[in-house]
């Protein structure tokens, strides 16, 4: 056995020793959120799981592939809950062409957009003006 099994199953008994919400939490899993709120709702234990996490750290350090693997689903978890965030202050992607084609060919529309008509180039204030004037 080489000393990355030897790390990596050092890892494993370790993560086997906890409970199962700090398992799934330190692990990047799904976890229960009233199960974790409830076990650190105690000063003492918040220290305690402190301490485990870095120990968790540490062993991670000397175990490549569980380092590797921890990292990807660190990052698969903070790109999923940026997306959900993202989708609750913009809504659902919508079919069609993006607004920055739309911005890039204004004219595609009809072409009416890029015609000058009969009020071009008049300020909405011209009559107010005019009035003011003797």
Sequence with gaps: ????????????RFLQRLEPWARAFLTAEEWDIV???????????????????REYDELLKRCAKHLRQ??????????QAERNRLLLE???DKAGRTPSQ???????????ALQPGPDM??????????????
Excluded: I, Y
């Design 121 to 134: 180039g008049r300020s909405c204030w011209a009559p107010v003006l005019k009035e003011e004037r003797f």
């Design 35 to 53: 199960a974790t709120l409830t076990a650190l709702s105690e000063p003492e234990r918040v220290e305690a799981f402190c301490k485990v996490a």
């Design 102 to 112: 739309e911005l890039q060919d204004p004219g595609a529309k009809g072409g009416k």
């Design 90 to 92: 913009f809504g659902e």
């Design 70 to 79: 921890h990292r990807k689903r660190l990052v698969e978890n903070a790109t």
């Design 1 to 12: 056995m080489t000393s990355g099994q030897s790390a990596g199953d050092e890892c494993d």
